[in-house]
Every structure is written in structure tokens, then in C-alpha cells.
């Protein structure tokens, strides 16, 4: 088995956008296992990346109730990059 350096956790109640190229992910709601299908066929287009595992997680929410959660783990080629820095510059409205 090839090394790989780098894993990436989607989870069925955040959103994330892909690791690798940034887009191509939608956001998913709680538990919205459907959305996550689509997270990882997506990753699984990138070239060597490979689904790990896949399993239910309990989480809690903000009441302290659990709810289940799905988890899955995909093996990256490479390090994710750095996500994209955002510009941010202060303007300073021109005095008229
Ligand atoms: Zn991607």
C-alpha cells in the first residue's frame, strides 16, 4: 500500500468545502447522509485519493442531545493544501 499523506474526516453535520480544490462540495445539514454521499464521491474524483472508512459517530448538540452522526475518512495523495487566505484591506474612505 502506497503511503498517504494526508486524511481528510467529512462528517454529515458540518460543511465543508473540498480540500483539494476548493469547490465541487454543497452543504450539508444534520445528519444529511445524501450530502455526504456527494462530498465523497467528489474527493473520490480526485486522483488517488481512497475512502478509508465509514462509520456513525454520536455527536451532541447545542441541548446536549445526541444524534448520530456519519463519518468518513478519505486518504489524500498528498497533504490537503492550505485553505485560500482571504484579502483583506482596510479602506479608508477619501475625506472629501
Ligand atoms: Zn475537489
Not at 486524511?7 to 454529515?12: A, C, F, G, L, N
Not at 476548493?22 to 464521491?41: F, P, R, S, Y
Not at 459517530?57 to 493544501?81: C, F, H, K, W
Amino acid at each position: 500500500m502506497e503511503d498517504l499523506q494526508g486524511i481528510v474526516t467529512i462528517r454529515s453535520d458540518s460543511y465543508r468545502p473540498c480540500p483539494l480544490c476548493h469547490e465541487g462540495m454543497v452543504g450539508a445539514g444534520a445528519g444529511d447522509d445524501e450530502v455526504l454521499a456527494v462530498q465523497v464521491n467528489h474527493l473520490l474524483t480526485h486522483e488517488q485519493t481512497r475512502l478509508l472508512h465509514v462509520g456513525q459517530e454520536t455527536s451532541r448538540d447545542g441541548d446536549g442531545n445526541p444524534y448520530q452522526t456519519t463519518v468518513a475518512v478519505i486518504g489524500l495523495p498528498e497533504p490537503p493544501p492550505e485553505p485560500p487566505k482571504y484579502d483583506i484591506r482596510v479602506v479608508t474612505p477619501s475625506s472629501e
